[in-house]
């Protein structure tokens, strides 16, 4: 194996363990935990390419931990907005992270107009694969029940303003 290669397996194990110790809703400590690993394993790293790996899949981490916690959307965005300022690794990231912001924003209808651009840009990616792709195949009805459902809140929430 690679030097690189066993970094990348030492970089996982520490995440997995570190998540593993995760306090379930204490954004703060696993804010705290994820930034102190992310500085000790870019001390290690050699290539640019590494070190924004590493960076990205700390956001990604604390990202999730927002959206699956539920957390207010102004500090939501912030995280989101670092994410996205490091790129995604892959399309299937990508997508993983629309869906889950459409699963948040039923909850935080704040984030709906941001969920809803994602999701249809990246279901207008999908469509681009050929129909009976796996991926597609398993995707594409998932976004289109989230927009769906996004879509009726926002119509639900205009028709209780417009009663008001």
Same mark, same amino acid.
């Given at each position: 194996?690679?030097?690189?290669?066993?970094?990348?397996r030492?970089?996982?194990?520490?995440?997995?363990?570190?998540?593993?110790?995760?306090?379930?809703?204490?954004?703060?400590?696993?804010?705290?935990?994820?930034?102190? /690993?992310?500085?000790?394993?870019?001390?290690?790293?050699?290539?640019? %390419?590494? &070190?924004? *790996?590493?960076? +990205?899949?700390? !956001?990604?981490?604390?990202?999730?931990?927002?959206?699956?916690?539920?957390?207010?959307?102004?500090?939501?965005?912030?995280?989101?907005?670092?994410?996205?300022a490091?790129?995604?690794s892959?399309?299937?990231?990508?997508?993983?992270?629309?869906?889950?912001?459409?699963?948040?924003? /039923?909850?935080?209808?704040?984030?709906?107009?941001?969920?809803?651009? %994602?999701? &249809?840009? *990246?279901?207008? +990616?999908?469509? !681009?694969?050929?129909?009976?792709?796996?991926?597609?195949?398993?995707?594409?009805?998932?976004?289109?029940?989230?927009?769906?459902?996004?879509?009726?809140q926002?119509?639900?929430?205009?028709?209780?303003?417009?009663?008001?």
């Amino acid at each position: 194996m690679t030097p690189q290669g066993r970094r990348s397996r030492l970089a996982a194990h520490h995440f997995a363990t570190l998540l593993s110790d995760a306090r379930h809703g204490d954004l703060r400590w696993l804010r705290t935990a994820l930034r102190r /690993l992310e500085k000790d394993l870019l001390a290690c790293c050699h290539g640019m %390419r590494e &070190r924004t *790996e590493i960076r +990205r899949r700390v !956001a990604e981490h604390i990202v999730g931990g927002h959206l699956s916690c539920a957390a207010p959307w102004p500090a939501t965005r912030r995280a989101l907005r670092r994410l996205d300022a490091l790129g995604y690794s892959n399309v299937d990231r990508r997508v993983h992270f629309a869906i889950v912001l459409g699963r948040y924003a /039923l909850k935080r209808p704040a984030a709906s107009r941001t969920a809803e651009a %994602r999701l &249809r840009l *990246e279901l207008h +990616r999908i469509k !681009a694969l050929p129909r009976r792709s796996p991926f597609r195949q398993a995707y594409e009805p998932m976004m289109n029940d989230l927009l769906d459902s996004l879509s009726s809140q926002a119509r639900s929430v205009q028709h209780v303003h417009r009663e008001a």
